[in-house]
């Protein structure tokens, strides 16, 4: 493990750190404008710049940067106050490499560059009411009619599909035969008629996901993606780019907020940090904590030597969410009955952060894989166990049993 | 092979290597559960001398020591739980140490100890040498979980004793000493703790029961990633003690307890599930299971218990503001 940038990695952070030292955007610059305009706003400046999408080809926005220069770039960037752009990493991160993969020369050309200047937002259109954990077992039907295919079905869990202006979707093509084979994958504009869009109220009381509701909704043939029935080697592409987020800081209830909290919080007549049971479910904390911390350090080394970061990486959600859970648990004992109290203004220093992680890591526990779809991950493809049978191989797809 | 001579310096007979390489002799005699007299003479007795011996002291016993054909030891503990300088009953007067010592590595094959005494100045303790030969020292072997490491009480009567760093300064040199040992046990500890998933990784591999391996059922999948996480989380912990053990920095203290809480924690579990996904066969005296079970409780306990390294760990992060 090296903690030090070798000598070309420190340049690139110094450009890095000159660059937005000189452009962070200003209040006075970002005056009157709404998160997603700021969002673009900050994204068109950096790509302009050579410093958006930098891991992309020159043609595209980018600079052909290698994966540790585009993590120092994100570390240059935490340190700076610069507009949340998080409304792109679908795009950027899913919808980009896919249509990089297997899109035709004018389609590229027609969308890649906009996706990394932030003018076009895209969702990604795949999980189903049917088909979480076992995406494959999805039902959103598409049929040929002349040059256009026509969609039946429905959509869930869709980040951000209110605001987007494409999608990337995976429907069946074909119920007869075993459920990989009959899948094709497509692009469609989310403006389309008959595409509904509902969104989800989460047990946080927040929406950030939406149904997707598609009735007899007709997307040319020609945005298609892949062979019909190619649609899941497709979606592997698209899966495999699922942003390892390495480098990144990371919310949630931290070592530090339990260990303020229980310095002035008491049991007995003492200060909560003097309790020994207290301090010793910190210090669990604290190791697992250190250990995420110096496992993604690993994982840099790695990347700097030009590695490319596996499976393994599935760790640092695992652990990291039921950790924040817990923590948060604990700090809501420890505040007895205030703990209660959901309100960010109660606390002036801390706001609301123990409930409002407590509400929202039972989410992150199940999205982008289940706790336990991420330790089948880490069991098959790390350890090499082998899978479990499935009831459903080499059966066509309309002959699986789905319990309806 | 030279492991024992790793870090001590080449002007007394030693390789002056580093800590990182000895991490990784640690390691690998974790995952053996080497039934050696290392950890007691190279991670304490060792360390004690680079750290508190004077010249003459180091070249006493550290060529020796480099060869193999000295053996050290440490004993602190005088039972009754966690140790402090109030508790200690050993003390020494005139050059001469009395008292008694509990459940100490390898006391009978040992040629000299490093002794914590009570000490009326300073930190309340001082450290002390004591040739095993000495008229003076008798020990009385003892029982324990690991019948594979040998382990003995010791009775000191009016022994001859040297002394060990400053006069009251004992404390504080032990401290330092378990810092360091706690790095390197961290190491051997990772190694038993992977011995241990490799081990339940094969034997589910190969096992079958209701027509498949038991590998593929999810319930012991999910077990193995738990050791996995918990193995790759310590590894990481691990390497930065060994990091801030080599460059001896500020940081030594959180860093060495971060390593040993996270190595003892996934040790304990690793070689208990072991024995669980062996079935019935992991609870027999024919398999190994039991060397690493036994191994684990061994080196949870023998340089203080999880629950003291918590402690210590948070002292670390009061202290130091890091965290």
């Not at chain 1, 035709?104 to 259109?125: H, M, S, Y």
């Not at chain 1, 079905?153 to 599909?161: D, E, H, L, P, V």
Request: with cysteine; hydrophobic share 40%.
């Amino acid at each position: 493990m090296d903690f030090e940038d070798t000598k070309e990695e420190a340049a690139f952070r110094a450009d890095a750190q000159a660059w937005f030292a000189a452009n962070a955007p200003t209040a006075k610059e970002l005056e009157g404008m709404d998160g997603m305009q700021r969002a673009k706003y900050w994204q068109a400046k950096k790509v302009a710049a050579g410093w958006g999408c930098i891991r992309w080809p020159k043609e595209y926005g980018g600079r052909d940067a290698s994966a540790i220069e585009q993590v120092i770039l994100n570390q240059e960037e935490a340190k700076i106050s610069a507009p949340e752009t998080g409304v792109f990493s679908i795009g950027q991160g899913m919808a980009a490499p896919t249509l990089m993969t297997w899109a035709n020369d004018d389609d590229k050309a027609r969308f890649v560059p906009r996706l990394a200047t932030g003018e076009d937002i895209w969702c990604q259109l795949f999980s189903e009411p049917a088909g979480g954990s076992d995406l494959a077992a999805l039902r959103t039907k598409a049929v040929k009619d002349g040059d256009d295919w026509v969609i039946n079905g429905q959509k869930i869990w869709t980040s951000g599909a209110h605001y987007s202006d494409w999608g990337i979707l995976v429907v069946r093509t074909d119920p007869n035969v075993p459920k990989h084979q009959g899948l094709t994958y497509f692009y469609v504009d989310m403006k389309s008629p008959g595409i509904e869009i509902k969104p989800i109220r989460q047990i946080s009381g927040e929406s950030n996901f939406n149904e997707v509701y598609f009735t007899d909704v007709r997307i040319p043939d020609s945005q298609r993606l892949g062979a019909v029935g190619q649609g899941w080697k497709v979606s592997l592409t698209t899966l495999m780019n699922e942003r390892a987020s390495i480098g990144a800081g990371g919310g949630g209830v931290k070592f530090d907020s339990v260990k303020k909290l229980a310095a002035s919080v008491n049991i007995g007549d003492r200060p909560a940090i003097e309790d020994s049971a207290v301090r010793a479910k910190l210090a669990s904390w604290y190791v697992q904590e250190a250990g995420l911390k110096y496992t993604s350090y690993r994982t840099l080394s790695a990347l700097s030597r030009g590695a490319i970061p596996g499976p393994e990486n599935s760790i640092g959600k695992l652990v990291g969410a039921v950790k924040s859970q817990d923590m948060a648990s604990f700090a809501i004992d420890l505040l007895e009955q205030e703990g209660i109290v959901r309100d960010k203004s109660y606390d002036e220093a801390i706001g609301s952060l123990f409930q409002d992680t407590y509400m929202a890591i039972p989410g992150l526990r199940i999205a982008g894989g289940t706790d336990e779809i991420m330790a089948n991950i880490i069991a098959e493809r790390v350890l090499g166990l082998p899978q479990e049978p499935r009831a459903d191989k080499g059966i066509p797809f309309s002959e699986v049993p789905t319990g309806s | 092979m030279g492991w024992t001579a790793t870090v001590i310096p080449e002007e007394f007979g030693g390789l002056g290597l580093s800590y990182l390489e000895l991490a990784v002799i640690a390691e690998e005699l974790g995952r053996c559960a080497a039934p050696v007299p290392f950890g007691s003479s190279v991670y304490l007795a060792t360390e004690a001398l680079l750290l508190g011996g004077n010249q003459e002291q180091k070249e006493a016993w550290l060529p020796t020591l480099a060869t193999g054909e000295a053996i050290g030891t440490f004993a602190y503990a005088e039972g009754g739980g966690q140790s402090s300088p109030k508790s200690l009953a050993t003390k020494a007067s005139g050059g001469k140490l009395s008292g008694r010592k509990v459940v100490v590595p390898d006391a009978e094959i040992a040629q000299f100890v490093i002794v914590a005494a009570a000490s009326d100045s300073g930190d309340g303790a001082s450290l002390y040498l004591v040739d095993m030969s000495d008229a003076g020292v008798s020990t009385e072997s003892v029982q324990t979980l690991d019948p594979s490491r040998s382990h003995a009480h010791i009775d000191f009567s009016s022994a001859s004793a040297q002394l060990l760093g400053g006069e009251g300064q004992g404390w504080g040199l032990l401290q330092r000493v378990l810092d360091r040992a706690a790095v390197l046990t961290a190491w051997e500890q990772l190694g038993g703790s992977e011995a241990c998933l490799e081990m339940a990784k094969n034997y589910a591999m190969g096992r079958y029961a209701f027509g498949r391996a038991i590998a593929s059922y999810q319930a012991i999948k999910h077990k193995l990633a738990d050791m996995y996480v918990k193995n790759t989380l310590a590894r990481s912990n691990a390497y930065y003690g060994a990091w801030a053990l080599n460059t001896d920095a500020a940081e030594l203290p959180l860093a060495a307890a971060t390593a040993r809480v996270g190595s003892t924690q996934a040790y304990y579990f690793s070689s208990k599930e072991n024995i669980q996904t062996h079935g019935g066969m992991g609870y027999t005296w024919e398999f190994d299971c039991q060397f690493y079970y036994r191994r684990s409780k061994l080196l949870a306990v023998n340089i203080g218990s999880e629950g003291l390294w918590q402690e210590r760990l948070i002292a670390a992060t009061e202290q130091s503001n890091v965290a």
